[in-house]
C-alpha cells in the first residue's frame, strides 16, 4: 500500500485546510486508518483515526474543529482541518494499519504504511 497525503499549505489562524490522503496498490477500504502530525524538534502526536466502519477518535487537542473521513469509491481518507490555530502548525502524515486490523489506533507504532508529510503552517 502507498499513501500519498496532500492539501497542505500555508493558511491564516481561523482558516480551514483539508488534507488528502490517496492510497494505492490496495484497497484500505478495511483497513484502520489515520493522521498524525510533527511539529518541528517535537515528537509525531496522534491526531485522529478512523475505522473501517467509520468509528472516529480524535485527539483532545483537535476535537470540535477537525474531522477525519474516507471515501471507499476513491480509495481516499480526508482531514478536514477548521479553527486552525498556530499551534496546528506541522507536518501531517496519513498512516494505514494492516489488513489484520480494521480499527483506527492512536498509537503510531500500530500502523504498517506511512504516508509522505504534507506541510500546514499556520500563522496567527
Known amino acids: 500500500v502507498q499513501l500519498q497525503a496532500s492539501g497542505g499549505g500555508l493558511v491564516q489562524a481561523g482558516g480551514s485546510l483539508r488534507l488528502s490522503c490517496a492510497a494505492s496498490?490496495?484497497?484500505?477500504?478495511?483497513?484502520?486508518m489515520g493522521w498524525f502530525r510533527q511539529a518541528l524538534g517535537k515528537e509525531r502526536e496522534f491526531v485522529s483515526a478512523?475505522?473501517?466502519?467509520?468509528?472516529?477518535t480524535y485527539a483532545d487537542s483537535v476535537k470540535g474543529r477537525f474531522t477525519i473521513s474516507r471515501d471507499v469509491a476513491k480509495n481516499t481518507v480526508y482531514l478536514q482541518m477548521n479553527s486552525l490555530k498556530p499551534e496546528d502548525t506541522a507536518a501531517y502524515y496519513c498512516a494505514g494499519r494492516s489488513r489484520r486490523y480494521s480499527s483506527g489506533s492512536y498509537r503510531s507504532d500500530e500502523y504498517a504504511y506511512w504516508g509522505q508529510g504534507t506541510q500546514v503552517t499556520v500563522s496567527s
Open positions: 496498490g490496495r484497497t484500505i477500504s478495511t483497513y484502520g
Open positions: 478512523i475505522s473501517w466502519g467509520g468509528i472516529t
